[in-house]
């Protein structure tokens, strides 16, 4: 059966100031590298054949009922608002409704300049189509709110960044990529009737049962108070949190720079771009709450009472930390197996994670061998880890579940970045052997399929740094 996919398309139905209707570009020779088949299915999509998905995903055939749009938006980015973002090089594709009765974007994210593109060639390399590939869909089996992927294609062209690499194209699936900086850039420009359709859109879409924008700021605040103590159970740093990619839906988007950390430290980045450490790990929830600000900034300039506004919006706002606290401690109480962790209990956690970074503790493995003889291995004086272990053990007398809850809550795996970069390496040496394999590791992280990939690296395969060059 050929290739088919049942668009329903909404966001090409508001008005035209939203977005620029926009076709991908066709490259040269387009091969496909990988398909999400359940993913596909999952989304009621008919796969086709390998040539057909190659033509399709690379942009060289626009599928039937699809309504090829760039997105307009705009943002903060590392706390300087910039006016005009929006999708420089990606292309809406339409949408569509899955089996789960979720509506989700179909995106392309590679394929050739729009209107938004500014200086950029709107194409994107191999490296970081492998990394958002691998790590979204690791995020994904790991039950944290993700953009997923479809297929990555290669486009046989060169895009050129510090040297030429291989083009290739992503195709991306969202509940949808209305942003922060989507609001925003309406609010700036002081089109109340834009920023009104807007707010309704996004409501109808992700949250029905908001009465309006300040319940709609309050569930986005909810969700984003969820998601981020979520990548911190899992040392996930984003590294590039402006508000044009932080996502309404309240799903993790726009995997640039982002990694997971190995050795646990709080002021841990790896973005290469994030000189003053705005978006180090430890920071993300102060960072969650500032783009939360900025939300309600703009939803604010389309409300008839302002003043009424601020102030329900600043109680809102004001809230948030202690949502984003209660969120971490029960992520981090069911690490060491709590499964109703009490506020007493964030000081024993916060020793643990105190005690990881003096001893240079790998982060997951440690959490993985919590309760085995091997837990004080991770720590460069076993000793200061066993005294932390006594009142543990004492505190888990009343925890019947701890192992359970554990097993639960601590991946065997994660992407790390030494397997990633060098995945890459061998993807551009035309070897996906490796990239299968992460796939194939990742879509079970709390099962130890693979033992070699869950190794934290040793220091010579230590990789500290992502670039951006995206
Ligand atoms: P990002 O850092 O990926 O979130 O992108 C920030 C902004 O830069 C967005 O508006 C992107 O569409 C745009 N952008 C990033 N890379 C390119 C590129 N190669 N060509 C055109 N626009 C780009
Ligand atoms: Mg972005």
Sequence with gaps: MPLHIPFDNSYAALPTDFYTAQNPTAVQSPSL???????AKLLGITAGDVDEQARVFAGNVVPDGATPLAQLYSGHQFGSYNPQLGDGRAVLLGEVIGTDGIRRDIQLKGSGP????RSGDGRAWLGPVLREYVVSEAMHALGIPTTRALAATLTGQPVYREAAFPGAVLTRVAQSHLRVGSFQVFAHRGQTEQLKTLTGYAINRHYPDAKGPMDLLRAVCAAQAELIPAWMAVGFIHGVMNTDNCSIAGETIDYGPCAFMDA???TRVFSSIDQGARYAYANQPNIAVWNMAQF???LIQAMDDKE????????IIHAMPAQLEAAWLRRFGAKIGLSAPTPADQAMIEDL???MEQNGADFTNTFAAL?????????SDPNAFDGWATGWQSRLQGAPDAAQVMAAANPLIIPRNHRIETMIQSALANDYAPFERLMAALSDPFANSDPALCKAPVPSEIVPATFCGT
């Design 33 to 39: 590298i990988a398909f999400n088949d359940d993913l």
């Design 114 to 117: 729009t209107p938004y593109s």
């Design 264 to 266: 646990y430290a709080q």
């Design 296 to 298: 309600a900034t703009a």
């Design 308 to 315: 009424a506004a601020v102030e329900e919006a600043t109680a």
């Design 353 to 355: 994670l105190a005690l």
């Design 371 to 379: 309760g085995t003889p091997v837990a004080r291995d991770q720590f």
